[in-house]
């Protein structure tokens, strides 16, 4: 590629809505350009970065088995509606109609439309397993989107769906794409780590994020560097502000009237704040005696999980992770409380309390919280405003650096990280859901075990940036850099020694297949340089009449503080 043919727009300034280092070197690399919220245009040095991530994902999908399709961005509502979640998922949803009043959706995933296609296409055990992937436009009316690409509105995500005949199967087929993610981020050469994505559950249940490892990740990851344990918790969105606690609870207390609410004003209300996709919310109660001081206190952390099944409710003791429950559904809450239909919050409460929310994602108004017996509910609970950002070491579960790890293998530590993946056993949960099956070997139908697995591709530029930067701007992994090496040329236009050496060099390169642009834009030494240490190239050779003269190029890795000079005809070997 020369870059005369290419298009460069580099910037000085990043836009001050840019608040993430990647977010704005990405802007001043001219990698990204927005278009609206949360939407961007992928500009060309941005997009060859997007496809280099694609076709290593693609490669490693394929190599572990998995079957590449393409399944539309518009989907009709009815196959959403199967599954409950056309009404179950909160405003994240894009929901459109047609010219004939019609509902669609705009996909933010694709189980519904892969499990309609397993119903049909997979009618006997002997097809089974079967893993379905595709990279596509996803779609999600984030309530924040910032970041730039890495939390987007429009974004591309490579999801893949596995189908098979039993749990054990099924299992399997979890382990295959494990795998496969691995080699997929060991390939991208990004520093990362695989954690248990419940911690409520440690151990018993299948779903792993995979993290990049950031300072400026929206996730808190808890692990032991003596053990294999690390989980995450989603604390960006239900942790405590920075401030000590009794400040918090000075500015947040609300003392709500203890209500007549029933279990299914509960019921209701929890339906309603899941369709707004609440994600988490801490609670701390304090029982108080009849001078109204404090007698006891219990924090309780209380997620509605919106990823894959907006019904998934996790109820946690706040007192590390020990005490963390986790629930399918309602009705497994009223199992383990012993309590009727409906009811969740702190379990026992039956004198007076004082309602206190630390932090939870979404302003929630009119929130009811409160004992398990009916009429002891608390109404009018309000949190959520104005909270400051949360310091993620000290959070409100009390884990800190130190403690020990659930798994009695040595102590926690605490680190942020980006998450760039996320595979998750789903059992026969959709399969179930649109009636789903295949005949087995006695010609019975069963339902299929599914497995999702998911990637942010175009996350991933973000996550690379935030770990692989300097003062002068990115450094992308040689994997997946827009070009792997830049000739720059110095007074291409005077010298016709420059010239040549500079197209022979070119052309070696390119025969090599070495992804190679030759800068022939004939800019100043300067901002040429200063153009593709923001950019990020990993190589750089400098071609001048003072180098040649002496028979040499100078070749200069983007992490190398100073150039090497590199006889003319070892230069193409070095770059390789
Ligand atoms: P997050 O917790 O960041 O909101 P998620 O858990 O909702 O992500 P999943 O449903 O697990 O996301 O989707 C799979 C992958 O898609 C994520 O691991 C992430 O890499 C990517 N992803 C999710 N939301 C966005 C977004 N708004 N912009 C870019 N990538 C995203
Ligand atoms: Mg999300
Ligand atoms: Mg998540
Ligand atoms: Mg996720």
Request: proline share 5%; aromatic share 8%; charged share 25%.
């Amino acid at each position: 590629m020369k870059a005369s043919q290419f298009f460069i727009a580099t910037l000085k300034e990043a836009p001050a809505d840019a608040e993430v280092v990647s977010h704005q070197l990405m802007m001043r690399a001219g990698m990204i350009k927005r278009l609206g919220a949360g939407i961007y245009n992928y500009m060309p040095m941005g997009l060859r970065v997007i496809r280099k991530v694609e076709s290593i994902i693609r490669d490693e999908m394929v190599r572990a088995g998995a079957v590449e399709l393409l399944m539309p961005v518009v989907q009709p509502a009815e196959l959403w509606q199967e599954t409950g979640r056309f009404d179950k998922m909160g405003p994240e949803l894009m929901r459109v109609k047609d010219r004939h009043d019609r509902d669609f959706i705009i996909q933010p995933t694709s189980e519904e439309v892969v499990t309609d296609i397993a119903r049909q296409e997979l009618r006997s055990y002997k097809q089974l397993p079967k893993n379905f992937f595709h990279i596509q436009t996803k779609f999600r009316d984030e309530r924040r989107p910032r970041f730039g690409i890495m939390r987007g509105r429009e974004f591309t995500m490579k999801d893949a769906y596995s189908f098979d005949r039993d749990a054990t199967a099924a299992g399997k087929s979890y382990e295959v794409m494990f795998a496969a993610y691995k080699r997929i981020f060991d390939r991208f050469g990004l520093t990362y780590r695989a954690v248990a994505a419940d911690t409520g559950a440690i151990g018993g249940d299948l779903s792993h994020e995979f993290q990049v490892i950031a300072k400026t990740g929206e996730d808190a990851i808890i692990y032991c560097p003596t053990s294999d344990y690390a989980a995450n918790i989603e604390l960006a969105e239900a942790v405590a502000p920075a401030t000590p606690r009794g400040a918090a609870t000075q500015a947040l207390t609300k003392t709500p009237t203890p209500g007549k609410s029933t279990c299914a004003d509960v019921a209701a209300l929890l339906s309603l704040d899941l369709k707004q996709t609440v994600k988490s919310l801490v609670l701390a109660t304090d029982e108080l005696n009849e001078a109204g001081e404090v007698v006891k206190s219990t924090v309780w952390l209380l997620l509605l999980r919106g990823d894959h099944d907006m019904n998934e409710v996790k109820v946690g003791k706040v007192e590390g992770l020990k005490n963390g429950f986790r629930f399918a559904n309602l009705a497994e809450i009223d199992e383990h409380f012993g309590s009727k239909p409906g009811y969740l919050g702190p379990v026992g409460l039956k004198k007076p309390v004082k309602v206190i929310a630390d932090r939870s994602v979404a302003v929630m108004a009119d929130w009811v919280c409160g004992a398990n017996e009916p009429d002891f509910h608390y109404t009018g609970v309000n949190w959520g405003r104005d909270l400051p950002e949360p310091d993620l070491v000290a959070d409100i579960r009390n884990v800190v650096e130190g403690d020990p790890s659930p798994d009695g293998q040595g102590v926690l530590a605490i680190e942020r990280g980006i998450e760039v993946g996320h595979v998750f056993y789903l059992g026969t949960k959709y399969s179930k859901a649109m009636n789903a099956t295949f005949l087995d070997e006695t010609g019975k139908p069963a339902l299929f075990e599914m497995g999702c697995y998911g990637i942010g591709v175009t996350r991933i530029l973000g996550a690379a940036i935030e770990q692989n930067h300097d003062e002068r701007g990115i450094i992308w992994p040689a994997a997946i850099a827009p070009f792997q090496a830049v000739i720059c040329p110095i007074g291409m236009d005077r010298s016709a020694e420059v010239k040549a050496a500079a197209e022979a060099l070119y052309a070696e390169l390119q025969a090599a297949g070495v992804d190679v642009l030759l800068d022939d834009r004939g800019e100043r030494p300067g901002a040429m340089f200063a153009d593709w240490e923001l950019i990020g190239v990993p190589q750089r050779v400098v071609i001048s009449d003072r180098g040649l003269k002496a028979g040499t190029v100078e070749v200069q890795g983007r992490r190398e503080a100073a150039a090497t000079p590199t006889p003319v005809a070892e230069a193409a070997a070095l770059v390789k």
